[in-house]
């Protein structure tokens, strides 16, 4: 197998177990809400339960998370300014079409009594969304560390390779005059 080849089931193996990860927090997320629908499916609200603020309180921490994911992809490798303009518009989208009316849907969920029948449709599709950009930033700042590790890897076999070896430290002990001259 040549190196090329385990480079790639190397960074394979890394994004399926980035994809597991993400999915992981997005069920942890999700999971209080699946216990009140279940509640809810209980009591025999039906159609009801997409009336209330529930998917949209989900999306919300969703896309908080996601912007926050963002972010970090933004700074987290200086020297990567092709890809800022890019993440930017991610937390510009993030912003715009999931967080913003997601709140704007909590808000009038609970202040009004007579929800609209829109909000049925509208909450699935901002939850569904969320959950897209969520993995999507997710993905972002992993193959922007990715991408930071095998620079580090290869100036790490170029260093090897090239150049001279280390300078080994030159760790002195202190004398007894200098122990007993130190301040206490």
């Known amino acids: 197998m040549s190196t090329y080849d385990l480079k790639d089931t190397k960074t394979e193996k890394y994004f399926v177990n980035t994809m597991y990860g993400t999915y992981a927090d997005i069920l942890f997320i ?10 809810r499916v209980w009591n025999e609200e039906g159609i009801e339960i997409l009336k209330q603020p529930d998917l949209s309180i989900a999306a919300a921490i969703l896309a908080g998370m996601g912007v926050g994911k963002f972010v970090l992809g933004l700074i987290g490798k200086q020297d990567l ?4 303009e890019r993440i930017v518009f991610f937390i510009a989208v993030t912003l715009f079409f999931v967080l913003g009316p997601s709140l704007i849907l ?8 007579d929800v ?16 897209a950009l969520y993995s999507t930033a997710v993905s972002i ?3 922007m560390t990715l991408s930071g ?9 170029r260093d090897v390779y090239d150049g001279d070896s280390p300078t ?3 760790i002195q002990l202190k004398t007894e005059q200098e122990h007993e001259k130190a301040p206490k």
């Open 149 to 157: 590790a095998e620079e580090d890897d290869e100036n790490k076999e």
């Open 106 to 113: 909590i808000i009038k969920i609970v202040n009004d009594s």
């Open 141 to 143: 700042g992993n193959i």
């Open 168 to 170: 080994p430290l030159n």
């Open 116 to 131: 609209p029948k829109f909000v049925i449709f509208a909450q699935p599709i901002l939850l569904i969304l969320a959950v």
């Open 30 to 39: 999700l999971f209080p809400f699946v216990v009140i629908a279940l509640q």
């Open 81 to 84: 300014g092709r890809y800022k």
